[in-house]
C-alpha cells in the first residue's frame, strides 16, 4: 500500500523529538493515532487534530504506518514482541517504523519476529536534534529492504529532508552510531583546540575563522561553535541550553562502545569521548547540550 496523505499513521513515543515530528504528520495531513505515557503530550497532540488513544495497541489498530520513538531498546521490543507486545493488532500489511536510536542488535531481533509474522519493519534513527524535528528537517538513516524504505519516503519525507537507505535493517542504527561517535570526537577536539588559542591569548571567533578556513574545518566550528558568544542562535551562547542534551549523547557513546566490542572494532579515540561525556555528565550537566563539553577544558580558578 502506497503511502498518501490520508494514510493511517500510528504514533508511539511523543516525547521532545516524538511529539514535534508527529505534529508534522498531522500538519502534512496525515491521519495520526498517537499514544504516550504523557497526558500533556497527547493533549497537546490531539490539539493539533490528532486521535488521542489509551493504549499503544489502540494507536496501532487499523494503522498503516506505525512509527515509534522510545528511549531504549528494551522499549522498543516490549512494544511490539512478547506477551505485551502489540504485534497482534497490527496489519499485516502495515510498516513498522522505529525512529528511536538503539542498539542495532534489538533492532534486528525485532525486525525479525515481526518478520517471522508477516510485518514489515524497518529502523529508521533520526539525526538533526530538536530543532529539526519542529522544522521538519531531520536526517532519516534507514535500515531495511529497498522496498520498504521506498514504501516509507512519503511518511518520513513529511518530517525530514534528508533519506537515506544504509543496507539491511539495523544498519540504519550502526550508521547513526558511527555518525555520533565522530561527532562526539569533533566536539571535543573543537573545544580542547579553541581553549588551547583563548589560554594563549588568542580570540576565540579569530581563531574560529582561521581554522573555519583552514583544515581544521569542521561542522562543530561551522554551524556548532562550543565556545559561547562566538556564534549566535547556538546552545554555547545560551548557556547551553536547548540542542542535544549530554545525557543522549553518552547514551550514544555507549551504544558505539557495545558496538565496537561486538564487532572486535578499535575505536580508541570514541571510547576516550565516551569518558569524556560521562565524566561531564556526571557533574550534573546531563541535561544541557553536548556543545558544553567545553567547560571542562576551562582554567579552574
Known sequence: MSATTQATVAFIGLGN??????????KAGF??????????ALAQLASEGAKAC??????????????????????????????TGIASVINKDALVIDCSTIDASTARKVGADLAALGI???????????????????TFIVGG????????????????KNLFHAGDVGAGQVAKICNNMLLSILMVGTSEALQLGIDNGLDPKT????MLKSSGRNWTL????????????????NGYQGGFMVDLMAKDL???????????????????ARSLYVAHQRQGHGKEDFSGIFQMFGKKN
Open 222 to 237: 561551522e554551524l556548532y561553535n562550543p565556545c559561547p558568544d562566538v556564534m549566535p542562535n547556538v546552545p554555547s551562547s
Open 207 to 210: 581563531l574560529s575563522d582561521i
Open 17 to 26: 523529538m516524538g511529539g514535534p515530528m508527529a505534529s508534522n504528520l498531522v
Open 145 to 160: 529492504s529497498a522496498q520498504n524504505f521506498n514504501r516509507a519516503q512519503p511518511v518520513l519525507s513529511a518530517m525530514g
Open 54 to 83: 489509551a493504549s499503544a495497541a489502540e494507536a496501532a489498530t487499523g494503522a498503516e504506518f506505525i512509527i515509534s520513538m522510545l528511549p531504549a531498546g528494551k522499549h522498543v521490543a516490549m512494544t511490539y514482541t512478547g506477551d
Open 31 to 40: 491521519k495520526v493515532q498517537a499514544f504516550d505515557l504523557s497526558a500533556t
Open 120 to 138: 514489515a519493519f524497518i529502523d529508521a534513527p533520526v539525526s538533526g536534534g530538536v530543532g529539526g524535528a519542529r522544522a521538519g528537517t531531520l
Open 254 to 272: 555507549s551504544l558505539a562502545t557495545e558496538t565496537a566490542l561486538s564487532s572486535q572494532s578499535s575505536t580508541p579515540m570514541g571510547t576516550l
